[in-house]
DNA sequence: CGCGCGATTGAGTAATTTCAAATCTAGTGG
DNA sequence: CCACTAGATTTGAAATTACTCAATCGCGCG
């Protein structure tokens, strides 16, 4: 099963087994059932999640108890709340499954010391969190600069994947409502 | 001058002045003029700027040629085409001064080399690159889960030097018309 | 069969945009 | 120091877009 975080290690800087096995050393194993939280708001949160299998949602709820969907994440995706991760402050989002999920967790001490004894390992954090802003930067021209519609068409045809999550979802990551999605996909 | 980049990456990674002056060497000082481009749509992009005076910005201008503001930078910050510096693939983004800007300019080569070289810079590049994913979560939170006037409430809150900006500046940043940042000012 | 949840549709309301015009302001040259 | 101009800001009115609230529809699952 940890074949795949070998995988998606290797697409950015490569393992031999022994070292693979070296990492892995640092991650341990957590499974969850659909509906079952990784993360709740106020938790000190521990890990980052790498995903084997299933599906997330990251979320936070606002002041008039809505939902905004910061982040999905499947098979090959890390999830969490980086800044409650980061910083060990107190999460400010939830992360919860949307199916059975398995994942490979590490804690920050777990990562900062693989960074430490093991170059290899802090190149890839390095570039899999530039890759991260650059994607987070593209989302933000997205919002500022396309209606809700386009919006909508970029993401499915950036991720297909997302055809099969729940339009409320959708919507809520969009940063529209589920009328407003719904009334889109006649046309 | 450049004592500034040297407390900028002491916070994060603290440097001897030997250490820091081997830092310097990778970078070479660039100024540039009010309105001067640093880098224009299409360009091959060369350097991440660090700004050490000055004000500049990044934005996107969209098919109906709308300008959209990812981003200001004064000093302390840095700046560039993210997507087109890491992946050194063509620049969508122009970045030009609002002001006379003096810079400290470092190309990709030289950035990979130092990261090489030079434990502690590694280090502060990635938490640096985490600091920014961070805060782009926060902006695209903001951006799908308030409306516009709260948005710039906290965005002036945050940022208190952005008022000396342009009010049709902070809108193309807001993602809203001049006009309607126009119309709140007043309460 | 019927429950429950997600998706859709309708009608009225609120927010935002667009287009146009008027007003203000900072910087320039005389 | 003043007049002038370009850019920035404000204001108005109509059109568009999105939201809210309420009702209905469709379907999978026990």
Redesign the pocket.
């Known amino acids: 099963m940890s074949i795949i975080l070998k995988q998606h290690i290797d697409e950015i800087s490569p393992l031999t087994d022994d070292e693979f096995a070296f990492v892995l050393s640092h991650f341990t194993v957590k499974k969850f059932k659909k509906h079952q939280y990784l993360i709740q708001e106020g938790d000190l949160v521990q890990n980052d999640y790498f995903v084997v299998s299933g599906l997330l949602k990251s979320s936070h709820t606002d002041a008039?108890g809505?939902e905004h969907i910061l982040q999905f994440a499947m098979e090959n995706w890390w999830i969490s709340d980086p800044q409650a991760y980061h910083n060990q402050t107190p999460a400010t989002l939830y992360v919860n499954c949307l199916e059975d999920t398995e994942t490979l967790a590490i804690t920050l001490h777990n990562r900062e010391k693989l960074c430490v004894e093991f170059r290899k390992m802090e190149y890839f954090f390095r570039k899999k969190t530039t890759a991260g802003y650059i994607a987070m930067q593209k989302r933000v021209l997205s919002l500022i600069g396309s209606?809700?519609?386009e919006r909508y068409l970029q993401l499915i045809e950036q991720y297909p994947q997302f055809r099969r999550?729940?339009?409320?979802?959708i919507?809520a990551y969009l940063?529209?409502?589920?009328?407003?999605?719904?009334?889109f996909?006649?046309s």
Chains 1, 2 share one sequence.
Do not use: C, F, V, Y
Request: glycine residues 4%; without cysteine.
């Open positions: 008039r809505k209606d809700s519609k999550l729940p339009k409320t979802m919507a940063g529209i409502t589920r009328e407003t999605l719904s009334r996909e006649a």
